[in-house]
């Protein structure tokens, strides 16, 4: 019961703030993937891994007056900025459950750029494949980010710091 | 080696109530409709528990798969000969718009929470794997399934031929909005699918909708909108799957407790073990299903049996507006006070539970909006042409209930408890 709202809570108290839903959006991703007990279901989209249903339950948090939503204009677009309110900061305070490992991951993971997660949430989304697919796939799924080598090295790198940083 | 497939002798059609006929030329697709692996789908329901609230809402989704392929065939025709369609992709689009739903299990929504699998990995498995359909596909090269299955799975480079089968206006949604309006009998999900097949057309990266089409288009966005309130995110549907989900569950668990079964679980064992084959997941359908519905009914679990009886007659739970978290606290206290285990008797349901979405715009890069194509070449996101559209965009589209049995709590022995509980249902 409200599990999953309370799991995404505790995320962005961990987190603090976290700026735009692209970023907001891959750091679950990112975390699922570390085994973390997210339940959102994604699937590929344009812009790498997407959940519609963290998109909802983003929206319920914000309607249930315990996350807090700023909407600024960044270059024509919008953007949004997300952090706990005082009533969601009680809430996951009274009902949320410390999530083991978690908070270290997603402080991390909030200090990079959003286009350096879009990669590194591409490359755990192929993580069935060998490492040379997966690069692969990298060049032709994000043909239009233009991935550099090193990048791509770096993302490895970075999952794997994740990964101890997890244990 | 075998003959490569090519065009039937004769046309072969299919009467359909949404689209009237459709249509196959192509020997690859009849071959595949042929398939075990496709045909399953006439026992599997496109909209899971709806027919409960809805009686005509038995429509499968072998009927769903069959009209998202035959818009798609008619986006191919207006395609054709176009600068940026090449119509060598022309029988891979038309597999994937075909075989998209290959993968859906029963009561796909709640059994894929309840089991923690995946229909897109075994739409990708069937496509790929040791099965009717995979052997189909290969007759169009050995690497054909691997791109239908990319195409599917988003993840094919040609984005032009991913946003045919999945984008915010895809042949996909185009059709269950049609079928599921026609078939629950409502009159709000139709639009004028004709107009927008007309002014689609093919860029780079995805279809755009010429801006004269705009108006067929807002149409669209608010059928999707008012299905959504109306049909899919019914309360009374929601009920049903609700228990439908916590009699998985229920079931689950006593599995793993060791409970002994009157029947053998022969369909369920390796699903509730975590190892589940392809194979073993194909023999699943609704049928299946409700066969073992039928059987626990009389489980000598009071809970599970409980659980089947209301499924099968439609015994559905009561629902209230959700009220504050520490009320629902408070009533997971009394109910097992009451001896009502909360778990099962005492459940949260709320929007994002549901496999739907609304249009929205949303923030750049976080997915792909509809475009609008002016006359001067621009393209313009749909929401900043349409007054209509941005009016639906701002909306509420968010809901949650909370669902209990009303007549075990009018049941109850102690008056104190009960009154409490009701207190805080009805207040």
């Known amino acids: ?167 | 080696m075998a003959k490569p497939l090519g065009q039937l002798h004769e046309e072969k059609v299919f009467k359909d109530p949404v689209h009237r006929y459709i249509h196959v030329r192509d020997e690859l697709i009849w071959k595949l409709i042929g398939t075990r692996e496709f045909q399953r789908l006439r026992r599997v329901r496109q909209l899971g528990t709806t027919y409960l609230t809805f009686h005509g809402a038995e429509h499968s989704r072998f009927s769903h798969s069959l009209g998202v392929y035959e818009i798609t065939r008619r986006i191919m025709d207006i395609f054709h000969g176009r600068d940026q369609w090449d119509d060598s992709e022309r029988l891979l689009v038309l597999s994937a718009a075909l075989l998209h739903d290959v993968g859906h299990g029963p009561f796909s929504h709640s059994f894929e929470k309840v089991f923690g699998v995946d229909h897109e990995e075994f739409s990708r498995d069937i496509i790929t794997g040791d099965t009717e359909v995979n052997s189909i596909l290969r007759l169009m090269g050995d690497d054909f399934p691997h791109k239908v299955a990319d195409v599917i799975a988003k993840t094919y480079p040609n984005k032009l031929v991913v946003s045919l089968i999945s984008s915010q206006i895809d042949a996909d949604r185009m059709d269950y909005l049609l079928r599921d309006a026609y078939f629950t009998g409502v009159s709000y999900g139709n639009f004028d699918i004709e107009r927008i097949l007309r002014v689609m057309r093919p860029t780079e990266d995805g279809v755009v909708i010429k801006s004269s089409g705009m108006h067929a288009v807002e149409d669209y966005i608010m059928s999707r909108y008012q299905m959504y309130w109306q049909v899919y995110f019914h309360p009374v549907t929601r009920s049903a799957e609700v228990i439908l989900s916590r009699i998985l569950h229920r079931a689950k668990e006593l599995y793993e407790d060791g409970y002994v079964f009157r029947e053998s679980l022969t369909h369920f064992e390796s699903l509730f073990k975590g190892n589940i084959s392809l194979e073993d997941y194909i023999r699943l359908d609704e049928g299946v299903m409700q066969h073992y519905f039928l059987l626990w009914q009389d489980e000598r679990d009071e809970i599970l049996s409980d659980l089947c009886r209301r499924f099968m007659n439609r015994k559905l739970f009561k629902y209230v507006d959700m009220v504050s978290i520490s009320d629902i606290h408070e009533l997971y206290k009394l109910f097992e006070e009451a001896g009502l285990n909360p778990k099962y008797y005492l459940i949260m349901d709320s929007s994002s539970d549901l496999p739907y979405d609304f249009y929205r715009p949303g923030e750049k890069e976080e997915r792909l909006p509809i475009n609008l194509l002016k006359p001067n070449g621009e393209i313009r996101e749909l929401s900043r042409e349409s007054d209509v559209v941005e009016a639906i965009s701002g909306k509420r589209r968010t809901d949650h209930k909370l669902y209990f049995p009303s007549e075990l709590i009018e049941a109850m022995d102690d008056e104190n408890v009960k009154q409490k509980i009701k207190n805080i249902l009805y207040k």
Request: glycine residues 6%.
């Open chain 1, 1 to 167: 019961m409200f599990d999953d709202h309370l799991k995404i809570m505790t995320m962005l108290k961990e987190a603090g703030e976290v700026v735009g839903r692209k970023k907001l959006q891959k750091m679950v991703f990112i975390a699922k993937k570390l085994s973390f007990p997210f339940q959102e279901k994604y699937q590929f989209h344009f812009y790498g891994p997407y959940s519609e249903e963290l998109t909802l339950r983003i929206e319920e948090l914000c309607n249930l007056g315990f996350l807090q939503e700023e909407k600024e204009k960044v270059s024509g677009y919008s953007q949004y900025r997300y952090m706990l309110n005082e009533e969601g900061d009680k809430m996951a305070s009274s009902f949320g459950k410390e999530i083991p490992g978690l908070g270290q991951c997603v402080r991390s993971m909030n200090e990079q750029p959003s286009r350096f997660l879009e990669l590194v949430s591409t490359i755990m989304y192929f993580d069935k494949l060998t490492k040379e697919q997966v690069i692969e796939k990298v060049h032709i799924v994000k043909a239009k980010l233009k991935y550099s080598d090193e990048e791509i090295q770096e993302a490895f790198s970075y999952i794997e710091s994740l990964m101890q940083m997890k244990n």
